[in-house]
């Protein structure tokens, strides 16, 4: 069996659809390495027991977390704060060699090939190029490097309260140091960056080897049709639907039929429902009024998210009337009781 590893990493059962999606990506294109993911205590245990059908080796780790504030608070993103979890990855020591790809990835082509990279390779990222994106980078397996890794967090901190700021600190040569260590961007396509040089993503997409769905539209926070089996992609994003639509054909085909209706879902509101809302749904089949109300939920959880379908349920036209049929079916004021002459 192979010493090398694919990791990733679930902080619940909402991360871990990616994490499952992101796995049949690796094995849909013939990977030759082991899957391994790390998970913090909040997985339930259902969806602990998916992983475990899936991944080689399914690990439980404590949650780091920076508590930076302050710096989260810059990026509008308190929840990356949780991120620093991630550095558990160094203590995978029974592998040589592994690269770590967050859960919001999607593997479009064999990349076996990162394996002959060293650490801490990684690619650009598009905010800032001399920093690389910690979405997807190969490195080595240590506990030497977990501890450096852990105390320079504890005496530095992170200049973005998440991991990437951290791991850009400590491994501060990354820009100048070695080019062999500077991944090709199209090993971490961030979909963002197709806004600003569409151009460029129309050139080279048949070349993407990892597309990376950084920020808040995450595939599984769309509106999808359960009886058409099609994602609703926002207009301004057009250009990302047949990767969204891919994503949710590997989720349809092999990912749901192991979901089961035990798991977490929206009725006691716990984090990561939407995985037990999904489990309910029967793909392919007219909406029963159970399927009316588990979309519903998953429709407000994608309005709360930020991705709105303008164009289809939730275009103004569909909105307008559903107010005027509200008020149509308002009931009628109670009739003023006449006034007797001469009361005041």
Not at 79 to 103: N, P, S, Y
Not at 169 to 176: E, K, Q, V
Not at 221 to 234: A, C, D, G, K, M
Request: charged content about 20%.
């Amino acid at each position: 069996m192979s010493t090398y590893a694919w990791v990733t990493l679930a902080t619940n059962d909402l991360y871990s659809l990616g994490a499952l999606v992101l796995a049949y990506s690796l094995k849909r294109v013939s990977t030759a390495h082991q899957l391994a993911i790390l998970i913090t205590p909040t997985v339930s245990e259902s969806m602990r027991n998916k992983l475990k059908d899936v991944f080689n080796v399914v690990q439980e780790v404590n949650v780091l977390d920076s508590q930076d504030a302050a710096n989260l608070a810059l990026l509008a993103r308190p929840e990356l704060g949780i991120t620093f979890t991630k550095i558990h990855c160094w203590r995978l020591i029974q592998f040589e060699k592994c690269v770590f790809l967050d859960a919001d990835t999607l593997v479009l082509q064999n990349c076996d090939e990162l394996f002959e990279r060293e650490e801490l390779s990684a690619a650009p990222d598009v905010g800032w190029p001399d920093c690389f994106n910690s979405g997807v980078f190969v490195y080595r397996p240590s506990l030497d490097t977990f501890s450096k890794i852990t105390q320079f967090a504890l005496e530095k901190g992170s200049f973005d309260g998440g991991d990437q700021g951290l791991l850009n600190s400590y491994f501060s040569d990354w820009a100048t140091s070695d080019i062999s260590r500077h991944l090709p961007f199209l090993y971490n396509t961030c979909s963002t960056a197709t806004y600003s040089y569409l151009p460029a993503f129309k050139q080279f997409a048949d070349r993407i080897k990892i597309l990376h769905f950084i920020g808040r539209m995450k595939p599984w926070l769309l509106n999808f049709n359960s009886q058409t089996r099609i994602v609703y992609t926002p207009q301004e994003s057009g250009y990302l639907h047949p990767y969204l639509q891919f994503w949710w054909d590997l989720f349809c085909d092999n990912v749901h039929e192991k979901l089961t209706e035990d798991m977490p879902d929206f009725i006691n509101q716990e984090e990561g429902g939407l995985a037990g809302a999904l489990s309910k749904l029967r793909l392919g089949e007219p909406r029963s009024p159970e399927q009316e109300a588990y979309e519903q939920h998953i429709r407000r959880q994608c309005w709360e998210s930020g991705n709105i379908d303008y164009t289809g349920r939730d275009s103004f036209d569909n909105i307008w009337a559903r107010i005027s049929e509200t008020l149509s079916s308002a009931p009628p004021k109670p009739a003023e009781t006449p006034k007797e002459p001469g009361s005041m």
